[in-house]
Structures are given as C-alpha cells and as structure tokens.
C-alpha cells in the first residue's frame, strides 16, 4: 500500500465515524476542496463514489458526487465491481 492509498484509507475511516450526513458534507468538501480527486482509489480501489455507496451514504449526496464532484458513476473497484454490484448486495432498492 502507498502513501497516498493509506491517506485515504485514514480518511475513509474517519468519515465512517460520522453521522450519514456529515459523511456526505465532508466527502463533498474534501473533492470539491481538492482534497480527494474523484478517481482516487484505496487498496481495495475505492473511489469516493463506491466508497459513499458501500457506507450507505444517502442518495441525495450520491447524485452530487457524480453531478457536482466529477465522481463517475461507471467506477469499478479491484474487482471491478460498480456501483450496481454495491447497491445489490447492500439490498439498496433507491440505487439499483
């Protein structure tokens, strides 16, 4: 693991310690700051986007990632598995 995959990592962690919605208003702040690119990935490969999908974040930050942070909703993971594959497993009707 990289530098860079560990900060994120850390990050992700740190996110998962907050309320679902401050989850969403950080994870924003943090790309549209600069602070997390939109194709950035952990070790697993997680981009901001399928890590807001596989925390549950809500679906209102889901659409902002992709329409206001550049996330693309087409990402892959390691395993190249998309959103569809999260939102199934996670049994999200709202997603699917």
């Known amino acids: 693991?990289?530098?860079?995959?560990?900060?994120?990592?850390?990050?992700?962690?740190?996110?998962?310690?907050?309320?679902i919605k401050e989850r969403g208003n950080k994870l924003l702040g943090?790309?549209?700051?600069?602070?997390v690119k939109p194709t950035e990935r952990d070790k697993l490969g997680l981009?901001?986007?399928?890590?807001a999908i596989d925390s549950s974040f809500d679906i209102d930050t889901i659409k902002?990632?992709?329409?206001?942070?550049?996330?693309?909703?087409?990402?892959t993971d390691a395993e190249g598995d998309t959103a569809l594959h999260y939102?199934?497993?996670?049994?999200?009707?709202?997603?699917?």
């Open 1 to 19: 693991m990289n530098d860079r995959e560990k900060e994120l990592k850390e990050i992700y962690d740190d996110l998962k310690k907050e309320s």
């Open 64 to 75: 902002k990632l992709v329409k206001d942070a550049g996330c693309n909703i087409k990402s």
């Open 87 to 96: 939102a199934v497993n996670l049994e999200c009707k709202e997603l699917e």
């Open 30 to 35: 943090m790309l549209s700051s600069g602070k």
């Open 47 to 51: 981009c901001p986007f399928l890590f």
